[in-house]
């Protein structure tokens, strides 16, 4: 690469929901990246961060006040829609995650 050329990095608007843009949510660390976050992202970042650290010390992510996370369940799936107003709500694309469920069981039955 020639030294006058250089990687600009791309924007929010530009990028959408890449592949690990959660963990600036997960970890509090949006101030890592000059982005137009707003008072609804650093609202789910904190629900996020309570969410994860009450299930890494307790194996239950639930208390605090916070919406009930429940557990997924096929027969009736429900998923934690997390945002600054958390719910728990329809399991979005549940064919995708029923076709790799049962893809991945298809592969464990061949070992």
């Known amino acids: 690469m020639p030294r006058d050329q250089s990687y600009v ?4 608007a530009e990028l959408g929901a890449y592949h690990a843009s959660d963990v600036y949510y997960l970890f509090g660390t949006m101030s890592a990246r000059p982005w137009s976050w707003t008072e609804q992202d650093h609202a789910a970042s904190e629900h996020m961060m309570r969410y994860w650290v009450r299930f890494m010390t307790g194996g239950d992510p639930n208390g605090g006040g916070d919406p009930f996370w429940h557990r997924f369940v096929p027969a009736a799936p429900t998923s934690m829609h997390l945002r600054a107003d958390p719910y728990a709500g329809p399991t979005p694309d549940i064919a ?16």
């Open 9 to 12: 990095e791309n924007t929010v």
């Open 96 to 111: 995708r995650v029923t076709f790799w469920d049962r893809y991945f069981d298809s592969e464990s039955d061949d070992r």
